[in-house]
């Protein structure tokens, strides 16, 4: 598969029954069920995993890289997300976690929510220093960035135009090592399947600094036993209350310390503020933090921890971090001399993935095609023809895709015309043999 | 290419469905997103207009090669003073609205920034039309 298209969110064929279930939780409206088997769409497919979360046969899962991917490196460094916290009960320490990281095969650790504390302090300073008042959107998550570019390009200039708190700590991973004879591997420890798609095909930036993306819960077990075993725990975490924060809905949010912001979580809740940003109907609020999974990371489909559970476990370790004093990290200093920078470099380009054709004047025709085909169509949107709805099966016959009788409805309107020709067909019986 | 849609006074919470399916065939059509984007605030806002003051309507949507046309017709109480009416700031809007964030007296001025054009006729106490006009290359 080219690497355009490459998705961390699957299908099992062996798995999938063909239900339809999934077909009308999809945001983007990419997939179809053809023969009995779900399809997914890629060019339009973001990475978001809700199908993971509804199909009730498992048969959509999230790809992540394999933990063998460390032995093609002479030094290994994980970047755990903040999220990672979560998972483990609230009386093991961060210490220990990182410690037992290290147990289960990388050189060295460096936390992923120290760059997030970083970014916050440059957010806020790009918030004041910011000409226009349209809402800023948080670029955090992949999907967001993703949705945004193909559903709502206008929005396209509200993002935050910075790299995310994965690709900062492979930055400052790389450069302290940048002496360091042989290969080094960054692996980020991860809650998200989008983060897989993103570092192959990465948004804002040319080539991302992170070699592999390692899904939480393919190390959970390992992890659990090397925590287990660990005896001395390393002084191995910095990170504060913030940082961690990012785990959960509102961590992002409220290390801007603005008054006006909002945090959304949830594809749906997501796509509803987008629909109102564009509007213009969200005014007053500076930063709109949007989080694709419910909860934030710690709901990303690469966890095992209950989101909610994940969830607390994360703001009794905030209460745990919280500093004494205002923190200021020595990493800080890499972004201040101009060592490191942290913002976009390429243009995020909108990707009308739902366009009819480039060529307006067909467009229109398609469109005037399609709402006849719609009209003719039994408007119950029940999905037995694998199509989330009417106006989406009107749409991919028009394009050519499919045709009319996947409708059951169509099916059984054009047999019954078929059998009326026939029983009067069987009425003329040939001149010879009338009696 | 003609759309029609017939807006419920009743619920607010249904305001603003018509403007989002209008801007997704605009996005299927690969209208230019600076004009998606004018066209969905032009419209929402008088969608919503036609919701909290007038009890509801009907919309025509009405798309050509060169230009989106957006009627809105409603038999609500009319506009007494339209001069008034497009200050910012002015508004008639009920407690009820204002508690959903409406009636800041924005929306036609809003309107009239984004579109290319505005005409509003109304009588009060048999309703109002409002036709405004977007250039697609615009
Ligand atoms: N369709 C309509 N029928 C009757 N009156 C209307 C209609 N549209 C607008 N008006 C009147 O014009 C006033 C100004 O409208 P405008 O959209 O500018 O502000 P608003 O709706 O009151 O507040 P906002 O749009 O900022 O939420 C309204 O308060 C109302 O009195
Ligand atoms: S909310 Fe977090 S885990 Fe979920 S898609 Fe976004 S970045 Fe990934
Ligand atoms: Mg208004």
Redesign the interface.
Known sequence: MSENYYHSVTLDEALCKGCTVCIKGCPTEAIRVQKGRARITADRCIDCGECIRTCPSGAKKAVSDPLALLENFDYTVAIPAPTLYGQFSSDISCNRILTALKGIGFDDVFEVALSAEILSRETRNYLKERKGNAPLISSSCPVIVRLVETRFPSLIDQLVPMISPMELSARIVREKLKDSRGRVGVFFISPCAAKVTDIRTPRGIETSSVDGVIGIKDIYRELSQAIGRVETEEPLSRAHAMGISWARTDGEGSAVFSENHISVDGIEHVIDVLESLENGHIENVDFVEMMSCPGGCVGGPLTVENPYIARNIITCRERRHLPDEPVSLPEEALLDSGVLSIRWTESVESRTTHLLDPDYRKAMQMMEDMEAIRQGLPGLDCGSCGAPSCRALAEDIVRGRTTETDCVFMLRERIRELTREMIDLESRMPPGLDR | ?N?EYQVSGEDYSLA?RA??DI???L?????P??V??KT??SM??AEINMVIHADGGVIEVC?D?DQIKIVLKDTGPGIPDLEQAMQEGFSTANEAAREL?FG?GMGLM?IQR?SDSLHIDSIVGEGTTVTILLK?NG
């Open positions: 290419m759309f603003g403007s989002s801007k997704k065939k996005k299927q059509l690969g209208i997103s600076p998606i984007k969905a605030i929402y806002e798309l090669p964030g800041a809003n984004n697609v």
